[in-house]
């Protein structure tokens, strides 16, 4: 039977240590020899001797059958034991750059399609939907980041481990001889090289894919962003705001006369010592237009209130105080209205087209108008912003609600029914965006001021 360590072409032949065990057998079945031999043969004569001739490798087993030699026999001496630990020594080295250079080919594998990624400007969006779906758009889609530099890890901790190990084997086997330094240093000095290596790209990885973290993040936030404009705009659509030319070019339409149709002005008034209060409209309500606007501040629902209720002409009310005005405006046309009031002396005007029709005094004098309250269009408040009564509502149409903190002059007022100027109010301007609708009232397009002269 062949030993297994001569075969031909065995790992032992091949390495010196394998040589050595091969001869120290060949000697050891020589001296075997010399003591004795089986019954039938002649003994040598004393004082011969032996010569050995070596025979090939294939000629072992058929010649000269060899006893099997022990892998842990006689000692060899400390030089021989070296030499083979050094020749193990640098096979696992040789086997530690096979697997240090997989891994820097899974690393260049892996920096490539992050480059990809990258690269792919516009698709982000589109390559994480397709992955959502678990579909591979890629090709072939890399590993995890964080799986590659746990298995880098992994190696490295295994490089160390295997270290120790020789190390360890090495004060266990040579007892007499210690390991040479230069070797001991060159090999430390190798595997530091190599885990310096391994820690750089483990970093180049973790930021690369923060890159690529903070890429994907920002893409996600400019779409939202994008997204959330386009409703914003769907609802201004939505509400009709575009189909004004002019924020200042609208009308609220109040066609039933219930408790549920009204406007409300967003801005509320200051604290007024004096006003002007301007406004196109157009009724044909009977009995009464009902009433055109109301300001209630807590403490007092009818702190401003233009009113016509009933068989009652037009009154103005002032902190709950009245003075009748000289309008008439039921006829089913447009008209526009302007009353003034100042503080001093409670004196008021009233115009109507541009005309003055009628002036008073003793309107709720020294009495300045509360800031903080609540404007509505086309219903009377019985408490700030509520409790409408239907027979006093407003039925019709207006516009151009302005509120100036001044008494506007005779000619201002002139132009402006004429249409020769157009000046917002100073306090409340009729913009769209300041004037929401509710319960059924709703914005249209406006007539031109021309427009509105003629049905005069």
């Known amino acids: 039977r062949r030993d297994p360590l001569l075969a031909p072409g065995s790992a032992a032949l091949r390495s010196p240590a394998g040589m050595l065990l091969v001869a120290a057998g060949l000697l050891l079945a020589v001296a075997a020899g010399g003591r004795g031999s089986p019954a039938g043969e002649q003994e040598s004569p004393p004082g011969s001797r032996f010569v050995c001739t070596s025979l090939p490798l294939d000629a072992a087993g058929a010649g000269c059958p060899l006893p099997p030699v022990p892998m842990q026999g006689g000692a060899l001496p400390p030089e021989e034991e070296l030499k083979a630990t050094v020749l193990q ?18 690393i260049r594998e892996l920096t490539g399609k992050l480059s990809r990624c990258e690269g792919a400007d516009g698709k982000t969006g589109a390559w994480k939907n397709e992955v959502g779906k678990g579909k ?9 980041p964080a799986l590659v530099i746990e298995q880098l890890s992994r190696t490295m901790q295994t490089l160390k481990d295997r270290l120790e190990s020789l ?17 001991r240093e060159m090999l430390q000095r190798r595997l530091g090289d190599l885990e310096r290596q391994l820690l750089s790209k483990v970093a180049e990885l973790e930021d690369e894919k923060s890159l690529l973290h903070n890429e994907t993040s920002a893409h996600r936030q400019k779409t939202e962003t994008a997204l959330n404009a386009l409703l914003e705009r769907v609802s201004e659509l939505e509400k009709g705001n575009s189909a004004f030319k002019s924020p200042d070019e609208f009308k609220v339409s109040l066609p039933l006369r219930t408790n549920y ?36 501040v807590p403490g007092q629902a009818n702190e401003i209130v233009l009113i016509e209720w009933g068989n009652n002409p037009i009154e103005l009310l002032i902190n709950d105080k009245v003075a009748q005005l000289p309008l008439f405006i039921s006829d089913g046309k ?11 002396d409670g004196m008021w005007e009233a115009f109507q087209d541009g005309e003055k029709l009628g002036t008073g005094e003793n ?25 409408f009564d239907a027979t006093q509502a407003f039925v019709g149409e207006m516009s151009q609600f ?9 000619e201002d007022i002139m132009n402006i029914a004429n249409c020769s100027i157009n000046m917002p109010g100073n306090i409340i301007p009729w913009v ?23 049905d005069l």
């Open 334 to 344: 447009w008209h526009h209205i302007c009353i003034t009031w100042t503080t001093r």
């Open 136 to 144: 591979d758009t890629m090709g072939d889609l890399p590993r995890d």
């Open 363 to 387: 309107l709720a004098p020294w009495h300045p108008i509360k800031p903080g309250g609540v404007l509505i269009l086309g219903q009377e408040q019985d408490t700030v912003g509520g409790r």
């Open 167 to 183: 190390e360890h084997q090495l004060r266990a086997n040579v007892s007499s001889a210690a390991l040479p330094a230069e070797l």
């Open 89 to 106: 020594l640098r096979e696992t080295v040789l086997q530690q750059k096979e697997t240090i250079g997989s891994q820097r080919e899974a």
């Open 261 to 296: 149709l009204y406007g409300k002005i967003k801005k509320t008034l200051p604290e007024l010592y004096a006003f002007t209060v301007c406004l196109w409209l157009r009724s044909s309500a009977s009995p009464g237009i009902g009433t055109p606007f109301s300001y209630a």
């Open 402 to 410: 302005n509120i100036w903190d001044r008494v506007l002059k005779a």
């Open 432 to 454: 769209d965006n300041n004037v929401d609708v509710f319960g059924g009232a709703t914005k249209w397009p406006v007539e031109t001021c021309e427009e509105r002269l003629l």
